[in-house]
């Protein structure tokens, strides 16, 4: 079993700033975490700060993986064109952002990707990375 976790912009910056928000830990630190945990799942990671990668990503990933776990960002809250990408893709995608989007700016509130997705999980820190794994592991079982 495969899948690609898939960050988006400024989120290379984890563990480096705004502590307070997104917690004191890389997200590199937390990876081998997680594969370590789940030593069934050949977890891939992929970061960018542009719009565009992200999409081509989703579509190679798309089509070759079992699931995605995708923080997009900002640009859950802008982008139409990687709401189509997760759309065009058979992979499931699940949404995750690590702080509670509801609880900041009204424009956090309202997310593209969110009616694309297979289910989205918010406010739980890097946790949710964790459960979006696990959900993917126990679909790909059935
Ligand atoms: O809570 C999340 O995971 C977000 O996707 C993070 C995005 C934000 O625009 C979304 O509304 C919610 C921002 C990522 C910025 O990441 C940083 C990490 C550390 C230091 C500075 C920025």
Known sequence: ????????????????REPEIYGNRTF??????????????EIDYFQSNHEGA???????????TDGIILNAGAYTHT???LADAIAAVP???IEV???????REPFRHHSYLSAKCVGSIVGLGLEGYR???SYLEVRSEK
């Open 91 to 93: 992979a499931p995608v």
């Open 54 to 64: 992200l999409i081509d990503r989703i579509h190679e990933a798309g089509f070759s």
């Open 1 to 16: 079993m495969k899948i690609l976790i898939i960050n988006g912009p400024n989120l290379n910056l984890l563990g480096k």
């Open 79 to 81: 982008s139409i064109a």
């Open 97 to 103: 952002h690590i702080s509670n989007v509801h609880q």
């Open 28 to 41: 590199e630190q937390f990876l081998a975490e997680l594969q370590a945990e789940f030593p069934k799942i």
């Open 131 to 133: 459960l979006a794994a």
